[in-house]
């Protein structure tokens, strides 16, 4: 607790010990209660050696007949209940987010099924397309060829005068170009409504055998939107065996470590960064790198980023719980998430998963 009698042998000490951060708030308040002869109520943290206690200070001023004021009061530890709210507080922000996960989990399996059903009549229809063009082709070659038959070996001259002012040669191949690139914007629509479908799993306890580099691709594919703005994605993929663990618990953490990558590129005010993925693995373990040529960590912040509700994004695009959810995603699963920084030079974030979890992926409780 509090050692009374060194308040009593020297009153002066009480502001040398409050928190630094919190002195100002002490005095200001001390001073209101001194003066208007009222109750002194206030809460903050006092320096103890290493550590740091809360206390909650109660005090009544009275003037003696020779002008001298006296305190009567009493100074309560409070520091294990401010451990607890602080735990219930991070608790419940916790299964915020879970909640909102799974809600936007139900949106997306929602959104995904939507996608999909006008999507295979659109993929179906440009297969029939593409087949249709190709009879279309036939028939005017077929044309032309008769033309030329009938004209002596050349189109007659009104033919390739409207030939050239459609422009039909170019339209002809561009058909092609146009179909083919049709295609590929189907495929890549059905690949990300196949990777919403893995994130909105409504199965959040669920184990299985995780590919970690389709992982990666999978999530990358949900946030290129954002990151394609900010930097150029470079893959560097190992061979790793398969990785027991919850896939959509392991995809969240990726998410987490593009979007901070993406957010500390652009916080660095460059017009264009890069972020490079990396998987490899050891006899035990698998690696997951993330790296970015962002602003980096500062190092009076270097030890709090995991910690809840720590953030130094703006207001409205970070919550400060991203990387502690993270951080307790991976330990859940026997890994951990090392860091290497240097400011101005950008982060690496590296995710450790066990070969062999003795556990795999319980929620963060």
Request: charged letters at 25%.
């Amino acid at each position: 607790g509090i050692d009374a009698q060194l308040f009593k042998e020297n009153p002066g000490i009480v502001p040398d010990m409050v928190y630094p951060d919190d002195r100002a708030d002490f005095i200001e308040n001390n001073i209101r209660s001194l003066a208007e002869l009222t109750v002194f109520k206030w809460e903050g943290r006092f320096v103890r050696g290493q550590g740091v206690t809360w206390v909650r200070f109660e005090s009544v001023p009275r003037k003696l007949a020779n002008g001298e004021v006296l305190w009567t009061g009493v100074v309560t530890d409070i520091t294990d209940y401010k451990l607890a709210e602080n735990s219930l507080r991070e608790m419940q922000a916790q299964l915020m987010q879970q909640d909102k996960l799974a809600t936007i989990g139900q949106l997306a399996a929602g959104v995904a099924h939507e996608i999909n059903n006008p999507m295979g009549f659109v993929g179906s229809n440009m297969i029939t397309l593409g087949k249709y063009i190709e009879k279309y082709n036939c028939y005017i070659e077929e044309l032309e060829r008769e033309m030329r038959a009938c004209s002596g070996g050349a189109l007659p001259e009104q033919a390739q005068i409207l030939r050239r002012s459609l422009k039909l040669d170019y339209v002809l191949n561009d058909i092609k170009v146009l179909i083919d690139e049709s295609n590929e914007g189907i495929d890549r629509v059905k690949r990300i409504v196949q990777d919403l479908k893995i994130f909105s799993r409504a199965d959040s306890t669920a184990i299985g055998m995780a590919d970690l580099n389709g992982c990666m691709d999978s999530t990358i594919n949900i946030v290129f939107n954002e990151i394609k703005y900010a930097a150029d994605l470079k893959r560097e993929y190992g061979e790793i065996p398969k990785v027991s663990c919850n896939i959509q618990q392991i995809n969240q953490v990726f998410m987490n470590l593009l979007i901070n990558a993406t957010h500390a590129i652009q916080s660095k005010g460059e017009k264009s960064g890069e972020i490079v993925v990396r998987t490899w693995c050891d006899n035990s373990n698998a690696f997951v790198s993330v790296s970015d040529t962002g602003c980096g960590i500062a190092a009076e912040n270097f030890n709090r980023i995991f910690d809840a509700f720590f953030t130094t994004k703006e207001v409205g695009k970070g919550t400060g719980l991203g990387l502690s959810i993270s951080a307790e995603i991976v330990r859940k699963h026997g890994g951990e998430i090392m860091v290497a920084s240097e400011v101005g030079a950008g982060s690496t974030f590296t995710v450790r998963l066990p070969l062999n979890p003795p556990q795999a992926g319980n929620q963060p409780q």
